[in-house]
């Protein structure tokens, strides 16, 4: 099978990796001083350190040489949310396409698929998903991943690309669902960020693991309850690109989007904090969409509110935890 992956960062040259144990697999990178890097190193170390890119793995900057490589294969699209409508755009009408972005996209408020609707309309579009941090998929360690979309034989594409030894790629019809979830754990990683970033400070009185525990449980049944009002079904959260993906990105610190939390709960502020990033946290840009959507579907998000505060500056992390703690008792469910 023929594959390009568009995007070579960390997700991308991860996923590209995978890929071309078993698959002739050809990585476009943006810039070509980058790809010039992939090749003279044969490991991508601005964003995957020292693991090395298997032998197999081809790279390229021309973009006509990946787009014809993927003409009768799997076009795969993996750069942050921010560009993929772009990336849709370039590609030609007929051909599907499978994307890794997870997010909402910041300008419209749309998912992956609502935006593949609006640029090519008449074509098969998916996305995969689920708990992956890319450095451990790039070492080869042992993940499950989601493909969702409501063309069979482009899911099928998707499990016959990256299933294997160490990659377990299960489906979906509910392209939705994995979206949402997909998107709203970010916010929620940045949220659980926080809260341990204020537990690490060790005042008295700070919040411990009951704290995350109770963020991750109620940050779920926001994510569901957005989910179900925008049509998803709500056992997809309770799979790996809900509950799975919430919880390796809340508790796991290779994720950029609880390092966000971390520092904001450490006193840095936004700008401060992206600049020491130096990666992409989709919740930063996600955070406002999410509360917006949600008020336009009459979801409440209290967690998200929260997380938007802080990141618009109107609340600092230990106001914003306290005004969670100070809502009205209510039903569970
Ligand atoms: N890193 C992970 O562990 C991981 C895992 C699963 C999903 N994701 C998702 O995958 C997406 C990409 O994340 P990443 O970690 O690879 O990000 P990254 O910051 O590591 O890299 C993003 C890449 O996209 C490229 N890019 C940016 N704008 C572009 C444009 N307009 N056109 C073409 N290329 C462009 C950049 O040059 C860079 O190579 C995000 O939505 C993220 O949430 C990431
Ligand atoms: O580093 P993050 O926070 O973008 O998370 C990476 C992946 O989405 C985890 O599944």
Not at 278 to 281: E, I, S
């Given at each position: 099978m023929k594959i390009a992956v568009f995007g070579a960062g960390a997700w991308g040259t991860a996923l590209a990796m995978a890929a071309a144990q078993r698959h002739d697999t050809l990585l476009w990178a943006r810039d070509a001083s980058q790809a010039q890097a992939l090749l003279a190193e044969r490991r991508n170390s601005r964003y995957l350190g020292g693991v090395a890119l298997p032998p197999t793995l081809r790279v390229t900057a021309d973009f006509s040489q990946a787009q014809a490589h993927a003409c009768q294969g799997l076009t795969v699209i993996a750069t942050p949310m921010a560009a993929l409508r772009e990336q849709l755009a370039r590609i030609p009408d007929a051909r599907p396409v499978l994307w890794l972005c997870k997010g909402f996209?910041?300008?419209?408020?749309?998912?992956g698929h609502e935006v593949a609707r609006e640029v090519r309309p008449s074509a098969a579009a998916g996305v995969l998903s689920g708990p992956s941090f890319a450095l451990e998929v790039a070492r080869g360690q042992p993940t499950a991943l989601v493909a969702a979309s409501n063309d069979t034989a482009l899911v099928q594409s998707a499990v016959a690309a990256f299933h294997g030894d160490n990659l377990r790629v299960y489906s979906s019809t509910d392209t939705v669902g994995v979206e949402v979830g997909g998107a709203v754990k970010n916010v929620l990683a940045i949220a659980t960020g926080i809260v341990d970033g204020l537990a690490g400070?060790?005042?008295?009185g700070a919040p411990g693991l009951n704290a995350r525990a109770a963020l991750i449980t109620r940050g779920l049944a926001e994510m569901t309850r957005l989910g179900v009002a925008l049509g998803?079904?709500?056992?997809?959260?309770?799979g790996l690109s809900g509950l799975g993906d919430l919880v390796l990105t809340a508790t796991g610190d290779l994720s950029r989007n609880r390092r966000v939390g971390l520092m904001l709960a450490a006193g840095r502020t936004l700008p401060e904090t992206l600049s020491e990033l130096?990666?992409?946290?989709e919740g930063v840009y996600s955070a406002v969409t999410v509360r917006d959507r949600a008020r336009a579907a009459g979801v409440e998000m209290p967690i998200t509110d929260a997380v938007c505060e802080v990141l618009e500056g109107r609340l600092g992390p230990a106001d914003a935890l306290r005004l969670l703690m100070a809502r009205d008792p209510r039903p569970e469910a």
């Open positions: 996209e910041a300008r419209t408020g749309a998912l400070a060790g005042r008295e998803a079904r709500p056992d997809t959260f309770m130096g990666h992409v946290a």
